[in-house]
């Protein structure tokens, strides 16, 4: 996994992305930003970014926290799950700390669990930008259909950076 997520981040620096919009949030105080393709429908929310496969077989969204408020972002992400029907199977969990992404650790909480359309493949991710400042990457993805977004995945995450 470490070298997939390497390789991403170094094809991130070409424009892969054909018409993908890099963004940087949030928009009044950018402390980190993302390329995600204009299929996606990338937009802005409350606290940070989400986007969702054109088939709606991928959802991916990039919070920022704070030392502070960072439980209250993980419970938002998790309570916006189990609202659009999301149910973790908690005894799948695995941890994975052994990945980077542009000099940013990238720790890894994956699950398997079902939605309304089958079986889905969760993740919460935890990122550094900045001092004081997290990402809270959300993934929640058909396994039956994930696999055709794999690249997108990759090239996504590969893109994320701290803002400059």
């Known amino acids: ?5 390497f390789l991403a981040a170094a094809l991130a620096a070409f424009p892969m992305l054909a018409n993908a919009k890099s963004i940087a949030f949030p928009s009044d105080a950018p402390v980190a930003s993302v390329t995600i393709p204009d ?5 802005e929310t409350e606290t940070g970014i989400d986007s969702s496969s054109p088939d709606s077989a991928i959802y991916f969204s990039l919070d920022v926290a704070t030392g502070d408020n960072v439980d ?3 419970d938002d992400a998790v309570n916006f799950l189990a609202k659009n029907g999301v149910k973790v199977d908690a005894s799948t969990r695995k941890d994975d700390d052994s990945n980077e992404v542009n000099g940013m650790k990238l720790s890894l909480l994956n699950w398997q ?3 309304s359309d089958g079986e889905v493949n969760i993740t919460l991710g935890l990122l550094s930008p900045a001092p004081n400042k997290l990402l809270i990457l959300t993934y929640w993805g058909s396994k039956e259909n994930q696999d055709k977004h794999k690249q997108e995945v990759l090239d996504i995450v590969g893109s994320i950076a701290p803002a400059k």
């Open 1 to 5: 996994m470490k070298k997939i997520v």
């Open 72 to 74: 209250k972002v993980i």
């Open 113 to 115: 669990g079902t939605d």
């Open 39 to 43: 299929s996606w429908k990338p937009q």
